[in-house]
């Protein structure tokens, strides 16, 4: 959570604890474990916070990228166990096991190195074993090799404790997932014949954790879902959106109509208006890729962002709309009884709603509410 002594600038990222753990307590099977997947600061919300408050409501784990972002949690002293997504780096064991962060491994190079760090450290290290199974991201391809590797695993001393896998495309194809499912299963049924017991299988990220229920296995690893985004079409009913972008009017003229605005005149306004400036531009991650198409609100009415985004500041035609420098304006959340979704501005800048809150930059600073 960055605290800024002193803030001059009123834009600023809200994030609600209380969607995160109506989420997690919405999402968490009856039957299953709950990974909140906090990587890249919790898609943007800020992960210490996060984190702390997707135990409070009943995840028993947390997923990361980097080691370095499982570092920072252990830092900030959260002791919940830690999945790290892919293999470590060679040469990061010996910090990651120092931090108590929980392996992914699947090559015998990543045994081995595990091996001789948990030797070293001179105690048990559980690990979980990755199985590609159509992804084709990391992982061990083809699955059916995973008796070996597991066997492997072992034999090394390190503890068998998780197989999972990950799905391409739960929130679009379902045969294609369930064969995915299917084929993790038969390697995950091979492992147990040869006398291995993984106590957690796992493979539903935040589509599979909604639309597939025998996906849930022992434990389920949702992220975008946790921050109340839309893993894919309809995908966020009965979730709450955690993030709202915010900042406050901090210019206002009225302009006749045929003036043009920002960079390269590209906003031609077709009547007498008022054009207010807001202090948020794409260095602070609100698209360029926006201008002339997204919309602000303000005084709980929508209004068109013109003319070009530029790296600090946008404009706003809010027609006859007699707004002031002060007025709250939210560009990402709701105001009053409008919304605007990150998947509605994803529409317009040409991606998902992942990107547009991940992109929010650090420059912005994460209050946390609730
Ligand atoms: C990011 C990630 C997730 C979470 O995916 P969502 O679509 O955000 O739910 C789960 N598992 C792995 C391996 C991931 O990389």
Redesign the pocket.
Same mark, same amino acid.
């Given at each position: 959570m960055s605290r800024h002594p002193t803030r001059h600038r009123p834009t600023v990222v809200e994030v609600d604890l209380e969607a995160i753990r109506h989420n997690v307590r919405r999402l968490k099977p009856a039957g299953a474990e709950l990974?909140a *997947?906090v990587? @890249?600061d919790a !898609?943007g919300h800020g992960d210490v916070p996060v984190a702390r408050a997707a135990l409070e409501a009943g995840a028993s784990w947390l #997923?990361v990228?980097l080691v370095e972002e499982g570092l920072a949690l252990r830092e900030a002293g959260i002791s919940a166990r830690i999945l790290v997504? +892919?293999e470590l780096p060679r040469g990061a064991e010996a910090e990651a096991v120092r931090a108590d962060l929980t392996p /992914?491994v699947y090559t015998e190079e990543g045994v081995e190195a595990l091996a001789r760090e948990a030797r070293a450290a001179g105690r048990a290290l559980p690990v979980h074993v990755?199985l590609d199974t159509g992804m084709h =991201?990391v992982g061990l391809w083809p699955p059916e090799r995973a008796v070996e590797l597991c066997r492997l695993v072992v034999e090394r001393g390190l503890e068998l404790e998780g197989l999972?896998t990950?799905f391409a495309s @739960?929130?679009s194809d379902e045969p294609t997932t369930l064969a995915q499912l299917e084929r993790f299963l038969r390697a995950a049924w091979a492992v147990r014949e040869a006398g291995l017991r993984p106590r957690l299988l796992h493979a539903?990220? +935040?589509?599979? /954790?909604i639309r597939f229920p025998k996906a849930h296995l022992d434990l389920v =690893?949702? #992220?975008?879902? *946790? !921050?109340g985004?839309a893993?894919g079409p309809g995908l966020a009913e009965g979730l709450r959106p955690a993030m709202t972008l915010r900042s406050r009017v901090s210019f206002v003229k009225r302009l006749e109509a045929g003036e043009r605005l920002s960079y390269g005149h590209r906003y031609r306004l077709g009547r007498d208006a008022w054009v207010a400036t807001v202090p948020v531009g794409y260095a602070d991650g609100y698209p360029r890729a926006l201008s002339n198409r997204a919309e602000v609100l303000i005084r709980g009415r929508r209004h068109r962002v013109a003319g070009i985004v530029t790296m600090d500041q946008l404009l706003v035609d809010c027609g006859d709309d007699p707004v002031v420098p002060g007025d709250e304006v939210v560009l990402l959340g709701a105001q009053g009884s409008e919304r605007i979704t990150a998947e509605e501005l994803a529409e317009h800048a040409g991606t998902i709603g992942?990107e547009i809150v991940t992109a929010i930059s650090a420059r912005v600073p994460r209050e946390h509410v609730g």
């Open positions: 990974m *997947v990587k @890249a !898609y #997923g990228a997504l +892919s /992914t990755k =991201r999972w990950h @739960a929130e539903a990220n +935040s589509a599979a /954790t =690893r949702p #992220g975008a879902a *946790v !921050y985004l893993a992942y």
